[in-house]
């Protein structure tokens, strides 16, 4: 409970930072919905109406209040009661209005959601199995050409750039040799099949990346167990091989794997800016690097505040997980 | 970046001068003598330091060879470009040739060699200033975090998880909207300047919790120790106790952070390049070749791969010589 107490303070905190470094000036978030031809006195009056001429502060304060409460654009109780149809309302939780889509930021969130939770739970998959199971490989084998073999593919992939690896997926798997669909998204409730088909590519790239460090850590924990004492001990008294290695080796290995996976993920949930723009998902990766493009500062802050909502969400699961885990350790 | 954390956080908190005298080598040798031993016998780690060395002079000839002319990454040669292919460079592996080795740029048929050679001082270049800044940063905010304890400690603590919990690359991403232009008002630099800057500054400022959090560990064990004691009686001011007795404690830990942020950055260069942001052509750096390669993949494949080999082999030398050093100052590591 004081955790998450101390993350909303956090997200509240942040998004105060977001607002002074994004709304302080300089920027002209109201220009996209003036129109093309914007008389000074229209730009004034547009800056009113979605309330870029209060200090960021201020503007800061609505915006806590809209996550809330809600709030309508413009913020005019008369103008909503003799014209509704000229006020747009955002319900709460309202992350704001993007003036250059036309649409309420949560609701943009909404929609790219499930495209990056998808690819982030298949490359999650992904990794986790192929990093611990070679990982374990490389272990067993250790000094051998496996091992080395196992540790220098993926140090490899660690070392070329992600967007290059996702684009000769993309350029070569996917268009010349057209091993795989040409990735894009497709509902999973509309066909699963195809869903799985599209992710495998992008996925694929996300996991190759992660994977390194996994292989790495699990060769070293399982390693690092192999000269502990309950090892011998487990050997000793005869348990299989296998049971040795899962039970009591691995076992050890889990905490610090769950804690990097879990952060991983948290910060993967919230969108692959560079995966989903080279095989272009619509996720909130792609909704970023729009709204960074077109100049969509409330899109900005929205997701700057999901995002980190996320990334809070995974360190407080990962400190309960710990408990779980490793009763040694208490919750605080 | 993943692997990076990993690799930082499994530093073991061992002082410098710990017991590694008790290893069986002969008597009088110094930690460091030790170490550079250490480091001398492990021949994947030297291979990784000759690779660094020899890239590090490359890159430092560079601006040198290119002043004189002996490399030029600038001149187009239009002539070898087919433009009936729509500019893709004449002949087989994009151009070859005694005089372009690795071939001509399609579509403006620069030298990919001299391109490459001089985005590496670029690329390096930002990735040294930028560990620079994080490292300082981290280490000075690690120590009086470590040592002072109580308020400060909990204050610094709160920023650096502030920090971290900002989802950096669309921080990386947005922020250059706001700061590219509000620097290149200040300073008044150029465009491209401006943009090196906020690449260096933004990557140090999102950089140094990680520094911060491993220097503020290692300070909190060292700080209990006698000479800190001895230091304090004497009447040290805090600055000498931070710089002077502390500091020379924790060249190791620094020394692998700094060896491997530096390819973590080169690699961050290029990704945000591919985003759009940081340093644009014609002034070359790994991440803006390699950004302009992408339409090139299939008809150009060799122009598509060099850049990123390059930068690979880069940050698997770099990572390499950082784990060479890790282990060889630190006994009980074991690969």
Redesign the interface.
Same mark, same amino acid.
């Given at each position: 409970m004081r955790r998450i107490f101390a993350g909303v303070i956090?997200l509240i905190?942040?998004s105060l930072?977001t607002y002074v470094?994004?709304f302080s000036g300089?920027?002209h978030p109201e220009r996209a919905a003036c129109g093309k031809n914007c008389s000074p006195a229209q730009w004034e009056q547009t800056k009113k109406a979605l309330g870029y001429d209060k200090p960021a502060v201020v503007q800061w304060g609505e915006f806590l209040k809209g996550t809330v409460a809600g709030r309508t654009y413009p913020e005019d109780k008369a103008l909503a009661k003799a014209n509704p149809s000229l006020v747009s309302t955002c319900p709460a939780p309202c992350l704001g209005y993007s003036v250059v889509n036309t649409t309420n930021v949560s609701t943009e969130v909404k929609t790219a959601f499930p495209v990056s939770f998808s690819l982030a739970i298949l490359a999650f998959i992904m990794w986790i199995v192929g990093g611990v199971f070679f990982g374990v490989i490389a272990a067993l084998r250790r000094g051998t050409v496996v091992d080395r073999g196992i540790v220098g593919v993926s140090?490899?992939f660690?070392?070329?750039?992600?967007?290059?690896i996702g @684009?000769?997926f993309l350029?070569?798997f996917a !268009?010349?040799w057209q091993i795989f669909p040409v990735p894009s998204y497709v509902n999973l409730t509309d066909s699963p099949l195809a869903w799985l088909g599209n992710l495998v590519l992008p996925s694929l790239t996300l996991a190759l990346i992660?994977m390194?460090?996994y292989v790495?850590?699990t060769r070293?924990f399982v390693?690092e167990s192999f000269g502990e004492d309950y090892l011998r001990t487990a050997r000793a008294k005869g348990l299989p091989n296998r049971r040795v290695l899962v039970k009591h080796s691995l076992r050890a290995s889990l905490t610090?794997i769950v804690t990097?996976a879990g952060l991983?993920f948290g910060?993967l949930v919230?969108?692959a800016?560079?995966t989903e723009?080279v095989f272009n998902y619509d996720g909130l990766g792609a909704l970023?690097?729009d709204?960074?493009?077109t100049?969509d500062l409330p899109t900005?802050v929205g @997701?700057?505040v999901v995002?980190?909502a996320f !990334?809070?969400l995974a360190?407080i699961v990962v400190d309960i997980l710990y408990a779980v885990i490793d009763p040694r350790v208490r919750l605080g | 970046m993943t692997l990076q954390t990993s690799q930082l956080e499994s530093l073991e908190p061992t002082p410098v001068e710990s017991d590694e005298s008790s290893t069986k080598a002969v008597a009088g040798l110094s930690p460091s003598r030790l170490a550079l031993r250490r480091f001398r016998r492990d021949r994947l780690s030297m291979v990784a330091f000759v690779v660094v060395a020899s890239y590090v002079v490359l890159a430092l000839l560079a601006p040198i060879l290119v002043k004189i002319g002996f490399i030029d990454p600038f001149k187009f040669h239009q002539n070898l470009l087919d433009a009936n292919l729509g500019g893709i460079p004449k002949g087989k592996f994009g151009g070859v040739s005694g005089s372009h080795l690795l071939g001509v740029e399609p579509g403006t048929g620069r030298d990919v060699l001299a391109r490459m050679w001089y985005g590496v001082t670029f690329s390096l270049t930002i990735a040294l200033a930028a560990t620079l800044v994080s490292s300082v940063l981290g280490v000075v905010l690690g120590i009086i975090a470590g040592f002072r304890g109580g308020l400060i400690d909990a204050t610094i603590g709160r920023v650096i998880d502030l920090t971290l919990s900002f989802p950096q690359t669309l921080m990386l991403l947005a922020l250059s909207t706001v700061f590219v232009l509000a620097i290149q008002n200040a300073l008044n630099v150029n465009v491209n300047l401006a943009n090196g800057i906020y690449e260096v500054l933004v990557l140090g400022l999102f950089g140094w919790p990680t520094v911060a959090r491993l220097i503020r560990g290692q300070v909190l064990s060292i700080r209990e120790r006698e000479f800190i004691d001895a230091a304090v009686l004497l009447g040290a001011s805090q600055r000498r106790i931070y710089f002077k007795e502390i500091l020379p404690n924790l060249w190791a830990p620094i020394l692998v952070s700094f060896t491997l942020t530096m390819p973590a950055y080169v690699s961050t260069e290029a990704a945000l390049s591919f985003l759009n942001v940081g340093i644009k052509p014609p002034t070359p750096t790994l991440g803006n070749i390699l950004d302009g390669s992408i339409n090139y993949a299939q008809s150009d494949f060799l122009f598509f791969f060099f850049p990123a080999l390059l930068i690979a082999i880069i940050v698997v030398s770099f990572n390499l010589l950082g784990d060479g050093i890790r282990d060889a100052l630190d006994p009980k590591s074991d690969r």
């Open positions: 956090m905190l942040m930072v470094l994004f300089g920027l140090l490899i660690y070392a070329f750039p992600t967007f290059w @684009l000769f350029k070569f !268009i010349q992660y390194a460090g790495r850590m070293a390693l610090p990097m991983d910060a919230g969108g800016i560079i723009s970023a690097v709204s960074v493009r100049l900005i @997701l700057v995002l980190a !990334i809070i360190n | -």
